[in-house]
């Protein structure tokens, strides 16, 4: 746990968050208001989870829609690699 509440792996999570743009929680924080109050964000965070009292917010359910079906000779879209 201590490897977990490090102030140096909060803030390598952070960045990961900010570049993969993450979208708002069902809190309703995006990661701009995060960004405004990062540090004090973070060290709370860091205390959570150093008291054995962090509990995450749930996941937001998002439906994805399914692709087309690929026709043969569609060039739009390819094989994965």
């Given at each position: 746990?201590?490897?977990?509440?490090?102030?140096?792996?909060l803030?390598?999570?952070?960045?990961?968050?900010?570049?993969n743009?993450?979208?708002?929680?069902?809190?309703?924080?995006?990661?701009?208001?995060?960004?405004?109050?990062?540090?004090?964000?973070?060290?709370?965070?860091?205390h959570?989870?150093?008291?054995?009292?962090?509990?995450?917010?749930?996941?937001?359910?998002?439906?994805?829609?399914k692709?087309?079906?690929?026709?043969?000779?569609?060039?739009?879209?390819?094989?994965?690699?």
């Open positions: 746990m201590a490897r977990i509440a490090d102030m140096a792996n803030h390598v999570a952070w960045r990961a968050v900010r570049r743009r993450g979208d708002a929680g069902l809190d309703g924080m995006t990661v701009q208001t995060f960004q405004a109050h990062v540090e004090t964000h973070l060290q709370r965070i860091q959570e989870l150093q008291a054995h009292t962090y509990t995450p917010t749930a996941l937001r359910h998002v439906a994805l829609r692709r087309a079906e690929r026709q043969p000779g569609d060039s739009a879209t390819g094989p994965v690699c």
